[in-house]
């Protein structure tokens, strides 16, 4: 009889899933899939396709309170057959009404078509030198016969731009010893997380001809223990391309991220369009041409939302904003200032946002009456940023002229206020870095989700006020640490400064990523206000050359984490033994994918079993 677990049981390819389910079994029955496999999609309104409940007791009798509804599990009716599934050249573009869950669906089945068909694995790497590859010709083979998607409920209006836990994101997967595979969900959300896993039970044939699982039967139930799981992609120190962006997006999807944030303007460039602006982009980018315009910034958007993945656009203020400068010179203090830049920013050049300014506030009301409306059908959130806020820098504002916390702290809780209502007016919730809740002492409404990067101390602060947090910890989960300082050093300090590590250094190797706990730090009482958290690509010394391999696969295990939750069912940390080699695997899909990750072990470790973990015992 077997048994349903929370942890694998042995560390092996033939298990890879990532991140891990909350509920896993399977077998060893080889099963081959033909590319013309019909794939059914049912939703709420007819009768008598099964019980949900009775296909997953287990589910209903242990987690009441989650996973699919079985009530109108009855009353399913086919909406839509595929047989080698395709999409419209405008499902991508579509329009700025937002995005349907009949679109997310959509895009789901055929993105997992592609990914079995198209972009699968050979899995060499992943078994002994002669191993014995199941062939369709070794006796009596077993094709898959259908795959049954299953809309249990209605979907929320809000699918596609939820706040966090507005939607349930839970799935359940079969496939029989027979070949029948079902992908059950209350929401199309969850349907595309099932079709994610399904993809990741089947292997590529060497002869490129056919596809398998060795799995079945499997019996999967899945949900991730938290809201809120992204990458934070900083696209202002550096250019990237759409597709570029468009490749990141589609790799958070592929590990059941969902939120994708897009730090899209910073001191030193401004490449995001504001039509009723042009100068800001046209001026304050790198080049006229590096430009993110009003389509394709609506199209990333939409490619985000598309696949379940909310994406949150991040105007970085009132530090941060030099690159304003270019357009408008007057709405800026201690632009630039030489050679001392340090005095007034965290990083060169030095400017920030007029702090007690008339003309500031006009820009920012036309600013954001531009650019939320774009942000509206996408998101339920906009980010105000807020952090590294030099109190140096308002010396050479002529509004202010003064650094004394007692005059600027008035002065900033009066900016973020004004941002604030802009922002809730326009539809939004607002995020902001941890600084403006702890160093300003701001008083931010109860809505504001606080993003926190310094410390986990700074976590259960945030908590203790009240206030949703998102983690990210720089010690573990900032991506960009470990490639040594970018700045140059004059003889006189270069001895200094030797040997040239960065703030955050060393290079935070996947081991520290994973075995980073979201909640360490934090009461038990306030765990429920850490909604999640993100893992932060600074671009001081990345771009589209090392975008890749610099988050993936470290990004996967950030998404495990927010997923799977940092320790097991015994309380424990998740075992590296168990994860290396499903993430090894995980980062072959990727490449499979078109995404340049990194490896994580060379062949002889993922071929040969435990012979590369040191204190092993079995």
């Known amino acids: 009889m077997r048994s349903f677990t929370y942890i694998l049981l042995f560390a092996s390819s033939a298990a890879a899933i990532w991140p891990q389910p909350v509920r896993y079994d399977h077998s060893d029955t080889v099963l081959f899939v033909k590319k013309d496999v019909p794939f059914y999609w049912y939703e709420a309104g007819a009768r008598n396709v099964g019980s949900m409940a009775d296909q997953f007791p287990f589910v209903f009798a242990s987690n009441s309170n989650t996973g699919p509804n079985p009530q109108d599990n009855n009353r399913l009716k086919i909406r839509k057959q595929y047989t080698e599934p395709s999409l419209s050249e405008n499902a991508e573009n579509g329009t700025q009404g937002g995005v349907s869950g009949d679109e997310i669906i959509d895009f789901a089945i055929v993105s997992a078509w592609k990914t079995i068909f198209k972009h699968n694995l050979y899995p060499w790497k992943f078994h002994p030198r002669n191993w014995d590859e199941p062939s369709p010709n070794q006796g009596e083979t077993t094709y898959i016969s259908r795959i049954d998607i299953k809309l249990i409920s209605t979907d929320p209006s809000n699918v596609a731009k939820p706040l966090a836990g507005e939607v349930d994101e839970s799935y359940s997967l079969t496939l029989t010893q027979e070949g029948l595979a079902t992908i059950s969900a209350n929401t199309s959300v969850g349907i595309a997380h099932g079709l994610t896993t399904f993809t990741q039970l089947f292997y590529a044939h060497s002869d490129g001809k056919n596809f398998y699982t060795p799995l079945a039967p499997v019996t999967i139930y899945d949900a991730p223990k938290f809201q809120h799981r992204g990458i934070n992609m900083d696209v202002a120190r550096a250019w990237f391309s759409t597709s570029d962006i468009k490749r990141q997006i589609d790799a958070c999807a592929y590990n059941k991220m969902n939120r994708f944030h897009l730090h899209v303007t910073d001191s030193q460039s401004w490449p995001l369009e504001i039509p009723s602006m042009p100068e800001l982009s046209a001026k304050g980018a790198y080049r006229p041409d590096l430009v993110y315009t009003a389509e394709d910034f609506q199209h990333i958007q939409r490619y985000a939302a598309i696949q379940g993945v909310e994406m949150i656009t991040e105007i970085d203020m009132p530090g941060h904003t030099s690159s304003i400068h270019y357009a408008f010179p007057d709405l800026i203090a201690a632009f630039n200032i030489q050679p001392h830049w340090d005095t007034y920013a965290a990083e060169p050049p030095s400017g920030t946002l007029k702090l007690n300014s008339t003309a500031v506030y006009d820009f920012l009301d036309k600013l954001l009456d531009d650019l939320l409306p774009r942000v509206y059908p996408y998101s339920s959130y906009f980010h105000t940023g807020g952090d590294e806020v030099n109190k140096n820098a308002y010396m050479f504002d002529d509004t202010v002229k003064s650094n004394s916390s007692a005059i600027l702290q008035p002065l900033m809780q009066k900016f973020v206020d004004r941002n604030?209502?802009?922002?809730?007016?326009?539809?939004?919730?607002?995020?902001?870095?941890?600084?403006?809740?702890?160093?300003?002492?701001?008083?931010?409404?109860?809505?504001?989700?606080?993003?926190?990067?310094?410390?986990?101390?700074?976590?259960?602060?945030?908590?203790?006020?009240?206030?949703?947090?998102?983690?990210?910890?720089?010690?573990?989960?900032?991506?960009?640490?470990?490639?040594?300082?970018?700045?140059?050093?004059?003889?006189?300090?270069?001895?200094?400064?030797?040997?040239?590590?960065?703030?955050?250094?060393?290079f935070h190797n996947w081991r520290l990523i994973y075995a980073y706990d979201p909640l360490s730090g934090v009461p038990e009482e306030n765990q429920h206000l850490v909604i999640g958290g993100e893992a932060h690509m600074w671009a001081e010394q990345t771009d589209p050359i090392n975008i890749d391999r610099m988050i993936w696969p470290r990004g996967s295990a950030v998404a495990e984490v927010l997923w799977s939750g940092a320790k097991d069912s015994e309380g424990r940390n998740r075992s590296q033994i168990d994860a290396s080699p499903r993430l090894s695997e995980m980062r072959e899909r990727l490449v499979g994918l078109g995404v340049g990750a990194e490896p994580i072990q060379m062949p002889y470790c993922t071929m040969e079993g435990t012979v590369c973990q040191l204190g092993y015992t079995g």
């Open 420 to 506: 604030h209502d802009q922002v809730r007016a326009l539809g939004l919730t607002p995020v902001v870095w941890e600084e403006m809740l702890l160093d300003w002492n701001v008083t931010l409404g109860p809505d504001v989700i606080v993003q926190s990067w310094q410390s986990d101390e700074a976590v259960a602060q945030i908590v203790a006020k009240g206030h949703k947090a998102l983690v990210g910890n720089y010690n573990y989960w900032y991506l960009d640490c470990g490639k040594g300082q970018w700045l140059d050093f004059d003889p006189s300090s270069s001895a200094d400064a030797w040997p040239y590590y960065d703030y955050c250094a060393p």
